[in-house]
């Protein structure tokens, strides 16, 4: 049973667009939240990650929101590029299970010229 | 290398045979982690060797899969008696976790070894 839940499993943008994927969780002793990007053939590679104490973090031309008391979290990325096309996973990971992620099923993104 | 390694890429085996993955994390990593993704879901942990602790064999479906992480580096995974359900993509990370200090997160994945059970 997945203890996190990402939606909607693929999208179709369109450059320049924004596309926002998001996850949702029940446990709240999960105290980090990274976003992994992973392209075929290779392993995920982390994105950027946030932890509970802040609503927002933007890097670049992506940003986490975070809603603590609705225990969800969405990842946005903003003007979208045809090299953003690859699976998306949210992750949570809880202070007593320092090396065991809980993965979303993975959003696949694909951003049309 | 600089990144974390992983042996074979590809495996393909008769149901019922044993097989080993290795993986050679990057050096100086402390922490090793095994995940498993099956086609079209996302990655379920498997274990995790942080130093020389005890590992976390939590995820480990059944007594069929071990691991063993040798010489506090090169990790390998075994599986007993493959079974078709066994087939999936089979992904190594490594971190480096330091005691007492805000520790760095970032998982470090290699590309997996994709393993098909016939």
């Known amino acids: 049973q997945q203890q996190v839940k990402q939606s909607p499993q693929s999208l179709i943008v369109q450059k320049g667009g924004i596309s926002i994927i998001n996850c949702a969780y029940e446990n709240t002793a999960f105290d980090y939240f990274p976003w992994y990007q992973q392209f075929p053939g290779k392993g995920p590679a982390l994105l950027i990650a946030?932890?509970?104490?802040?609503s927002e973090k933007k890097e670049g031309r992506f940003t986490i929101s975070f809603n603590k008391s609705a225990k969800q979290f969405s990842l946005h990325i903003m003007d979208s590029q045809p090299g953003d096309s690859a699976t998306y996973f949210c992750?949570?990971?809880?202070?007593?299970?320092?090396?065991?992620?809980?993965f979303g099923a993975g959003t696949q993104v694909v951003v049309t010229p | 290398g600089a990144g974390v390694s992983q042996s074979p890429s590809n495996k393909v085996t008769e149901k019922g045979k044993d097989v080993e993955l290795r993986c050679d994390p990057i050096s100086g990593h402390t922490a090793l982690y095994w995940y498993r993704q099956s086609l079209g879901q996302g990655l379920e942990f498997l274990i995790y060797?942080?130093?020389?602790?005890?590992?976390?064999k939590s995820g480990l479906p059944s007594d069929r899969f071990s691991a063993e992480r040798t010489g506090g580096s090169v990790s390998t995974l075994t599986i007993q008696r493959t079974q078709q359900e066994d087939s999936a993509v089979y992904l190594c990370?490594?971190?480096?976790?330091?005691?007492?200090?805000?520790?760095?997160?970032?998982?470090?994945f290699g590309s997996g070894t994709q393993l098909s059970v016939l």
């Open positions: 060797f942080q130093g020389n602790s005890a590992p976390d």
């Open positions: 946030i932890r509970p104490d802040v």
């Open positions: 990370a490594s971190s480096l976790r330091l005691r007492g200090r805000a520790a760095n997160e970032k998982l470090f």
């Open positions: 992750a949570a990971r809880a202070t007593d299970s320092w090396g065991k992620l809980q």
